[in-house]
């Protein structure tokens, strides 16, 4: 029972020990190995993939909105034509459409958190993207920005012509027709103020919308004059008004032109720096 003992019964015993444990032992030295392959290899590829889906994502919304620029200058050029008429706004609706859809795809790639992984996964190429989601989001508030005046201009286009829609305007009439002429006008004119104040507040159209007002103001005086005139059968002062009003009316016309050159001014050079904008932010993603 020496020293030669107890070196035999240590030599029995580690057989035995590893013999009773040796799952444990696999088990353990498989989960070494599946943290190890999850930390090396699995936790990078997933952090690249999920990137990746990220980016594609934000490049096919920026893809769509590139697209779709095409449409918009169709309903530009619809909505700043000063003779376009509704069925022709009502058009230029439809072709902004897409356009809508894309910018509202690309706000809505930029909105959404970034994904999720599991704790300790690396997050470096999904926080990286953060950047580039900071750039597609300036060209998602471009296209916003566009969508939205343009938008705004449809309903101003269409309102417009509830403006001074006026009836016939005699300078000799029957009693009974200027019974008739005075309701026509009131209603007109009752059309026309509820138009005034609906329409869209827009810089470049400020002149047009004043200019409205104003006339506003001077048709409400006029429509009297114009039925006291013709009541009196004073032809001459009736053709006079008449010949005012239409005068205002078309300094109405020729103020509207000249604020839909502006905004088709202003819309192409926007819808340009958009393109820039996609394609730049796009060469970025890669």
Same mark, same amino acid.
């Given at each position: 029972?020496?020293?030669?003992?107890?070196?035999?019964?240590?030599?029995?015993?580690?057989?035995?020990?590893?013999?009773?444990?040796?799952?444990?032992?696999?088990?353990?030295?498989?989960?070494?190995?599946?943290?190890?392959?999850?930390?090396?290899?699995?936790?990078?590829?997933?952090?690249?993939?999920?990137?990746?889906?990220?980016?594609?994502?934000?490049?096919?919304?920026?893809?769509?909105?590139?697209?779709?620029?095409?449409?918009?200058?169709?309903?530009?050029?619809?909505?700043?034509?000063?003779?376009?008429?509704?069925?022709?706004?009502?058009?230029?609706?439809?072709?902004?459409?897409?356009?809508?859809?894309?910018?509202?795809?690309?706000?809505?790639?930029?909105?959404?958190? @970034?994904?999720?992984?599991?704790?300790?996964?690396?997050?470096?190429?999904? #926080?990286?993207?953060?950047?580039?989601?900071?750039?597609?989001?300036?060209?998602?508030?471009?296209?916003?920005?566009?969508?939205?005046?343009?938008?705004?201009?449809?309903?101003?286009?269409?309102?417009?012509?509830?403006?001074?829609? @006026?009836?016939?305007?005699?300078?000799?009439?029957?009693?009974?027709?200027?019974?008739?002429?005075?309701?026509?006008?009131?209603?007109?004119?009752?059309?026309?103020?509820?138009?005034?104040?609906?329409?869209?507040?827009?810089?470049?159209? #400020?002149?047009?919308? @004043?200019?409205?007002?104003?006339? @506003?103001?001077?048709?409400?005086?006029?429509?009297?004059?114009?039925?006291?005139?013709?009541?009196?059968?004073?032809?001459?002062?009736?053709?006079?008004?008449?010949?005012?009003?239409?005068?205002?009316?078309?300094?109405?016309?020729?103020?509207?032109?000249?604020?839909?050159?502006?905004?088709?001014?202003?819309?192409?050079?926007?819808?340009?720096?958009?393109?820039?904008?996609?394609?730049?932010?796009?060469?970025?993603?890669?």
């Amino acid at each position: 029972m020496g020293d030669d003992h107890i070196l035999e019964l240590q030599d029995t015993r580690a057989p035995d020990f590893l013999h009773r444990h040796r799952w444990g032992l696999i088990a353990m030295v498989t989960l070494v190995a599946a943290t190890s392959w999850l930390l090396l290899v699995a936790a990078p590829a997933q952090d690249h993939r999920l990137a990746t889906q990220v980016l594609n994502r934000y490049d096919g919304a920026l893809a769509s909105i590139d697209l779709t620029v095409p449409d918009a200058r169709r309903a530009l050029a619809a909505l700043t034509n000063p003779v376009s008429d509704v069925s022709d706004l009502s058009d230029s609706l439809e072709q902004l459409s897409p356009f809508v859809t894309a910018t509202n795809t690309a706000r809505s790639a930029v909105s959404d958190a @970034l994904p999720d992984t599991l704790p300790f996964v690396p997050r470096a190429e999904i #926080e990286a993207v953060t950047t580039v989601r900071s750039d597609v989001g300036e060209v998602a508030g471009q296209a916003e920005g566009l969508a939205t005046r343009l938008n705004s201009l449809v309903t101003y286009r269409l309102l417009t012509y509830g403006l001074f829609d @006026l009836p016939d305007l005699p300078t000799v009439a029957a009693p009974d027709t200027i019974d008739s002429l005075s309701t026509d006008l009131a209603a007109a004119m009752a059309a026309s103020v509820e138009v005034a104040v609906s329409l869209p507040s827009d810089p470049l159209l #400020e002149n047009h919308r @004043l200019a409205a007002n104003e006339a @506003l103001t001077q048709m409400d005086t006029w429509r009297t004059e114009y039925l006291t005139a013709l009541r009196a059968e004073d032809s001459a002062a009736a053709e006079v008004i008449v010949a005012d009003i239409e005068a205002t009316l078309l300094t109405l016309h020729r103020t509207l032109a000249s604020s839909l050159a502006e905004i088709e001014e202003w819309g192409a050079r926007e819808l340009d720096l958009l393109r820039l904008s996609t394609i730049e932010v796009r060469q970025l993603i890669g």
